[in-house]
């Protein structure tokens, strides 16, 4: 029996336990988890379908989708309000975070220990296969890859938070300005919202009520709907946005890293908890079945770390200040009057 030890209780970490765990597995897999009460906090993820199909093998899916709302039409907005594309459905589910954790914990099979531990010192752990779903602060990266042991600081803080009440027609989607993003999107009770802007608050954990008090501030001229966020709070919660260093490997010995413990990334793709889970399934998949470590490495590096790069491009671009003729163009800036306010159709 090969003993694997999963450090991180996330998305990743369940996910990985499942796959790895599933019937007829010859593993013997524990979680540790250093905050079981903190793993299941948030607001709502976006799933994309092949998210979902790898929660369909974990047999999480039917639970996700009960707790889940599809995410109608979204438009893309200037900050002020003016829509600059027409509305678009994307093929996404948004799903609390609870629900999500939940579900994948429900899934487990009955031989996975999860136990609440914080792993000082993950060479320390009597097993044959150390997994770190340790998200993007990760202990484990640094046995992988010395050189990308830090997590990155970018300039950007997260405030995420609840209406009850679905968006007005027209006002679903991303608003982007120099500096100041904002997103809405209708979840199963309401709705939730998530702005981000550069912060030099800190250290964390970040107060929510400084941090939103700022984010009045920087966003005075943004579209009503804007105000209205910030204004309900909504048990809003803040975080700094943290990103991986480059990886050029998940696999070094006995260690592996999956989630944002490998590819950590701004969250503007939506595809951070869609990528852990893929890497979560297909991980285990390869572990059950004896192959290779170097290959499921060669099948989930390049996507993952062209995701992780293209993310903060995607912030960089949503964020930046007028002038930036690239943008401009693309959101039809120059032309007075492109669009119309959300909400007004
Ligand atoms: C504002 C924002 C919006 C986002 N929106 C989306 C979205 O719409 N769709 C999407 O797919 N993704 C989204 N993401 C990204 C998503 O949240 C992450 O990619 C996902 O949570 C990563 O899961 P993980 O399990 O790898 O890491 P984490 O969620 O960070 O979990 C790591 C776990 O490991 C535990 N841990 C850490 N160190 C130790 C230790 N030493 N010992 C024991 N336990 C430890 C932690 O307590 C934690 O529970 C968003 C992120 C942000 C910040």
């Given amino acids: ?9 996330g998305v990743a970490g369940l996910a990985v336990a499942g796959a790895a765990s599933a019937s007829g597995s010859p593993l013997e897999v524990v979680v540790h988890e250093a905050q079981p009460e903190r793993a ?8 994309w379908p092949s998210a979902r199909r790898a929660l369909a093998g974990l047999g999480a899916l039917e639970a996700v ?13 200037t900050i002020d309000g003016r829509a600059l594309t027409r509305e678009h459905t994307a093929d996404l589910l948004a799903v609390p975070r609870p629900a999500l954790l939940s579900a994948l914990s429900a899934a487990l099979p009955a031989s996975v220990r999860v136990v609440e531990d914080e792993v000082t010192d993950p060479a320390d752990l009597d097993a044959d296969l150390v997994i770190g779903a340790d ?44 500096g100041l993003l904002f997103g809405l999107v209708p979840s199963a009770d309401g709705a939730y919202w998530f702005t981000t ?7 964390e954990p970040l107060d ?46 006995r260690f592996v890293v999956v989630g944002d413990a490998a590819h950590g990334m701004t969250p503007n ?14 991980l285990g998949a390869t572990l059950r079945a004896g192959r290779s470590l170097a290959r499921w490495e060669a099948r989930r590096l390049p996507p993952t770390q062209v995701a992780r790069v293209a993310s903060g491009l995607l912030m960089r671009f949503a964020l930046a200040d007028r002038g930036h003729r690239a943008r401009d163009r693309l959101l039809g ?10 909400g007004t159709r």
């Fill in 135 to 178: 998200g993007v602060r990760s202990r484990v990266r640094a046995l992988v890859d010395p050189r990308a042991g830090e997590r990155l600081e970018t300039p950007w803080v997260a405030l995420r938070g609840h209406l009850d009440r679905p968006p007005s027609p027209g006002a679903a989607g991303e608003y982007w300005g120099p």
């Fill in 197 to 203: 802007h550069a912060s030099a608050l800190g250290p």
């Fill in 40 to 47: 299941g906090y948030g607001t709502s993820l976006a799933l």
């Fill in 269 to 282: 793709l939506g595809r951070g908890a869609c990528d852990a889970l893929l890497d979560a399934v297909s």
């Fill in 333 to 342: 800036l120059s032309r007075a009057g492109a669009g119309r306010p959300a």
């Fill in 208 to 253: 929510a009520d400084e941090v939103i008090a700022e984010a009045r501030a920087a966003f005075a001229g943004a579209a009503p709907v804007v105000h209205e966020a910030l204004g309900e709070r909504g048990g809003a919660s803040a975080t700094r946005l943290w990103v991986t260093p480059p990886l050029r490997r998940y696999v070094r010995g």
């Fill in 1 to 9: 029996m090969r003993r694997v030890a999963v450090v991180g209780g």
């Fill in 65 to 77: 989708t009960r707790a889940g709302l599809p995410v109608g039409p979204a438009a893309l907005h």
